[in-house]
């Protein structure tokens, strides 16, 4: 007896075939039905991914502020404040060393001029030229005291922190 049986492409036997029009394979009865089911799952499970992937579409429009390239401009703003918090504060202590150490000085000077007046004063030893010598003495250190230049802030012409812009290749 001849048969047109031919091989089932699952269970390797032969049998009674039909025949997939889409993959060309050929198939018994019983393992048509198991291809069709294997198909249906397979094509729920791309509709099911679909829907995953509208689902993530609908969420960026709705939090765009959670997308990576928001958060990095965030970071970097966190960033550069930072830097300029940390600059500043380092910049204040620095002045108020030197600042003290500038007072302090100023002061020496004019608590050795104090006792210089007080000499005058005890040995009662006004006379012009002394007097001269004080209000010289008085314009020196007022000036020195108004004289702000040893100390200054200087700006560097590096760029401090890095710019940042949004670049887009989008026709
Ligand atoms: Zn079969
Ligand atoms: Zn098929």
Redesign the pocket.
Known sequence: MTTNKTQCFLCKKHKFTYS?R??S?EFCFDDLTK?RQD?TEEFNTIINNYDQFRQSLQQTKENPQNSSLFIQINQWEKNSIDIIRQTAQQCRQTFLKENEEFLVDIEEKFNKLIREIKEIQEENEMNEMNLKDLKEKLREITKEFNDSSEISIEEDSQTFIKRISVKSTRK
């Open positions: 997939c889409g993959c394979k291809h198909l």
